[in-house]
């Protein structure tokens, strides 16, 4: 294999073949392609797409570029969702335990934040005690006792989707659908679940700006784990305004208890639900609507309640702080950001809030950065919401005082307050199955 050629075939518009990638993969990984060769190739890749069978054949090469999971010991129970990523997405913290509770078997593994979204290992962090390094061995053993566990990527997983992200991410060909999907599908397919849910998030603070690109995305994701054996279906969710109120570890925990506690009622309880539902009626062959009452049913009885606390336990997590969120860290300052007119909000920029909260300390710039688990912000006022002048539009948390004055700009930067209302928006576009 030649890279000179394949660059060349992918710049003039041709298609590649089965080896060429594969090769070109299993050398890449090996250390035997350098970046700049690999950089020139996903220009290409970026400019002039890929084919399906390209796509495909990428995708399958990456997820064997390293060790990946066997979960046929759950036959066709397991199941695991995947977010595009997004600002305030605590979504897995509520479904993982509904749906466990609902009999599937969640084996999941999550990653960190970076720039302007957050992550799943970040806030289950945040829970004194949780572990999220369990081994191969007692990862199994949990999601086979509790139903559910949920880790950071550990092991060889993917490592060609390691490589690839990391040059993606300064060569500018992150937001290229054939790569995207190979990335997003090689992981979940390595992670070894029978179903899978992609949550594929639209608007400011996603990837994917409009719902037409998000659906291109979304339905390329779902052929191709169709292609590979796996039951998929994908929603299409908006990421206009972050997902529910909380943005920040501690306080993104405690927003997902008071959801499975049925103390929360908005748009964070609804997209938890649809999702629930999606993996469950995947899991057990239940119709749309079945899946959604029951979804509904183990949140209302408090069965996903009781699963989230034998969860937590299980990864070493205090459970007391799933009936008391005072355990939970919390930063050491607040301060508040107050409306300075009357009004309605009536667009938040998500990406801009998703940087206030890394300015507080909620997330990190760059890899190996610490985090402060309780900082963060509640946002008092969402859009579509009035507010008067002086009232709270939202609370930020630091533990030094001195991240504010930044924050508190980014917030206010983000938001547009206005003298009439807008109208309502969607909170999902579609479902792809
Ligand atoms: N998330 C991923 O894992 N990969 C991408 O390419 C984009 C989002």
Not at 10 to 33: C, M, P, S
Not at 136 to 162: S, W, Y
Not at 364 to 380: S, V
């Amino acid at each position: 294999m030649q890279m000179y050629d394949l660059i060349r075939k992918k710049r003039d518009g041709g298609e590649l073949t089965d080896q060429e990638i594969r090769g070109f993969i299993t050398a890449y990984t090996a250390g035997q392609v350098p970046d700049y060769q690999v950089a020139a190739l996903l220009m290409a890749i970026y400019f002039r797409g890929m084919t399906r069978a390209e796509t495909v054949t990428l995708t399958d090469a990456m997820a064997h570029s390293g060790d990946t999971l066997d979960l046929s010991a759950f036959g066709t129970f397991s199941v695991d969702k995947h977010s595009t990523g997004g600002v305030g997405d605590k979504t897995t913290l509520i479904v993982a335990p509904l749906v466990a509770s609902l009999g599937g078997k969640v084996a999941k593994m999550s990653g960190r934040g970076l720039g302007h979204t957050g992550g799943t290992v970040d806030k289950l962090e945040s829970i004194p005690g949780y572990r999220t390094d369990l081994s191969r061995e007692a990862f199994l053993h949990q999601v086979e006792e509790t139903g559910v566990a949920v880790i950071g990527q550990t092991g060889n997983l993917t490592p060609a989707d390691k490589l690839l992200y990391a040059l993606r991410d300064v060569t500018a060909t992150v937001d290229s659908i054939p790569l995207i999907t190979s990335s997003i599908m090689s992981k979940k397919l390595a992670a070894g679940s029978h179903n899978i849910v992609l949550d594929v998030k639209v608007g400011s603070g996603a990837f994917m700006k409009t719902p037409q690109q998000a659906e291109e995305l979304a339905r390329e994701m779902v052929r191709i784990g169709k292609d590979c054996g796996r039951r998929v279906a994908a929603l299409l969710t908006d990421m206009d305004v972050p997902l529910g109120r909380a943005v920040g570890n501690a306080l993104e925990v405690q927003e997902a208890v008071q959801v499975l506690r049925g103390d929360s009622h908005g748009d964070l309880r609804e997209v938890s639900l649809a999702l629930a539902a999606e993996m469950a009626a995947l899991v057990h062959g239940w119709d749309p609507r079945e899946a959604r009452s029951r979804a509904e049913q183990a949140l209302d009885s408090g069965a996903a309640l009781a699963c989230m606390r034998q969860w937590v336990a299980a990864q070493g997590g205090d459970p007391r702080c799933i009936d008391d969120p005072a355990q939970l860290p919390t930063a050491v300052y607040s301060r508040e950001v107050v409306a300075p007119t009357d009004g309605y909000i009536t667009a938040m920029d998500a990406e801009r809030i998703g940087h206030a909260a890394v300015l507080l300390g909620a997330g990190r710039m760059q890899k190996g950065d610490t985090i402060a688990p309780g900082a963060g912000l509640y946002l008092h006022r969402k859009t579509g919401e009035a507010v008067r002048a002086g009232e709270r539009l939202c609370t930020l948390y630091a533990d030094e005082q001195a991240r504010f004055s930044a924050a508190a700009e980014a917030y206010l930067d983000a938001i547009t307050l206005s003298s009439s209302a807008s109208g309502s928006r969607s909170l999902i576009y579609a479902t792809i199955r």
